[in-house]
């Protein structure tokens, strides 16, 4: 019903930037907090940034000052702005949305949904 899909992964050296974007489509009726995690090998997934259906974000304290999270709800597509970046960055990013989704002209069901993760490495 609800497909989640992120896109912007890829190779780059210390200090350098990229830009992750993530569309939530389907059978949305609106989307709440939309947000970015992230999991290294061998390492739990943690939070890295989330923002609100209002645009209020919140950041770990490990990519305050490099990152930046935002989202267009029109086309309910939330980026994230990662620069200054460092190896420790290195992981899977996946993408968060927390959907009302859309059942039927009477229904509708909140349900949380993750994209399939894309990779970002960060070595010289």
């Known amino acids: 019903q609800v497909q989640v899909v992120e896109s912007g992964g890829g190779l780059v050296q210390p200090g350098g930037s990229l830009r992750l974007s993530c569309a939530a489509s389907?059978?949305?009726?609106?989307?709440?907090?939309m947000g970015w995690y992230r999991q290294a090998p061998g390492k739990q997934r943690e939070l890295v940034a989330g923002?609100?259906?209002?645009?209020?974000?919140n950041y770990a304290d490990f990519v305050k000052g490099r990152f930046t999270i935002s989202r267009d709800n029109a086309e309910n597509t939330v980026y994230l702005q990662m620069n200054s970046l460092k190896p420790e960055d290195t992981a899977v990013y996946y993408c968060?949305?927390?959907?009302?989704?859309?059942?039927?002209?009477?229904?509708?069901?909140?349900?949380?949904?993750w994209g399939q993760g894309t990779q970002v490495t960060v070595s010289s």
């Open positions: 968060h949305a927390d959907v009302i989704v859309s059942l039927n002209s009477y229904s509708r069901l909140r349900n949380d949904y």
């Open positions: 389907g059978s949305i009726f609106s989307v709440n907090a």
């Open positions: 923002i609100t259906s209002t645009g209020a974000p």
